[in-house]
Antibody
Framework: QLQLQESGPGLVKPSQTLFLTCTVS??????????WGWIRQPPGKGLEWIGS???????YYNPSLKSRVTISADMSKNQFSLKVSSVTAADTAVYYC????????????WGQGTLVTVSS | QSALTQPASVSGSPGQSITISCTGT?????????VSWYQQHPGKVPKLIIY???KRPSGVSNRFSGSKSGNTASLTISGLQAEDEADYYC??????????FGGGTKLTVL
């Protein structure tokens, strides 16, 4: 059974960099069948697509976040990561990592989500 | 990219059918059959209920169905049940090779 687990600091200071890791078990991020990505949800608000990556190294980002976001992978650890720079209170959210079937709109597996609060 | 447009709330009585719309543009919903829907109960992880406009994942009730016409996708829930009360989000691929969510719709079962 595929499992995704987010990890990282729950509190980040304004202007600093948020860094989260998603550890995948029960499946390989090196598979050509899937894309791996990040989605966030501010408290009480809707879902926002942050970006995703493919095993080939291709990355795709939300245009509104593109200048501050980097998604990368460590294939040897079967992990992929999210970096958001120059964070503000508006970046406070539950961050989910997720898997999407390539050539489909199916985001079928999600991590449990991790709350990141931006505050001094 | 702008969020897809969904009604903020819809409601229905048990046994009835409701439809939630998701309006995009000719740059996303209108040109791709890559629209999915997610159900999210309070404090829970979103769950995929419809993908590629009208396909249902294994294990999802056939009371959930999806369709698309022009720039608008729709999710229909028939035979409403109390457990259907949740937030629903649509998601579409765009011509910029990105994805965009709708603002979400709160379904209340009266």
């Amino acid at each position: 059974q595929l499992q995704l687990q987010e990890s990282g600091p729950g509190l980040v200071k304004p202007s600093q960099t948020l860094f989260l890791t998603c550890t995948v078990s029960g499946g390989s991020i090196s598979s050509s069948t899937y894309h791996w990505g990040w989605i966030r949800q501010p408290p009480g608000k809707g879902l926002e697509w942050i970006g995703s990556m493919y095993y080939s190294g291709s990355t795709y980002y939300n245009p509104s976040l593109k200048s501050r976001v980097t998604i990368s992978a460590d294939m040897s650890k079967n992990q992929f990561s999210l970096k958001v720079s120059s964070v503000t209170a508006a970046d406070t959210a539950v961050y989910y990592c997720a898997r999407r079937l390539s050539s489909s709109s199916s985001v079928d597996y999600w991590g449990q989500g991790t709350l990141v609060t931006v505050s001094s | 990219q702008s969020a897809l447009t969904q009604p903020a709330s819809v409601s229905g009585s048990p046994g009835q059918s409701i439809t939630i719309s998701c309006t995009g543009t000719s740059s996303d919903v209108g040109i791709y059959n890559y629209v999915s829907w997610y159900q999210q109960h309070p404090g829970k992880v979103p769950k995929l209920i419809i993908y590629d406009v009208s396909k249902r994942p294994s294990g999802v009730s056939n009371r959930f169905s999806g369709s698309k016409s022009g720039n608008t996708a729709s999710l229909t829930i028939s035979g409403l049940q109390a457990e259907d009360e949740a937030d629903y989000y649509c998601n579409s691929y765009t011509d910029s090779s990105t994805w965009v969510f709708g603002g979400g719709t709160k379904l209340t079962v009266l």
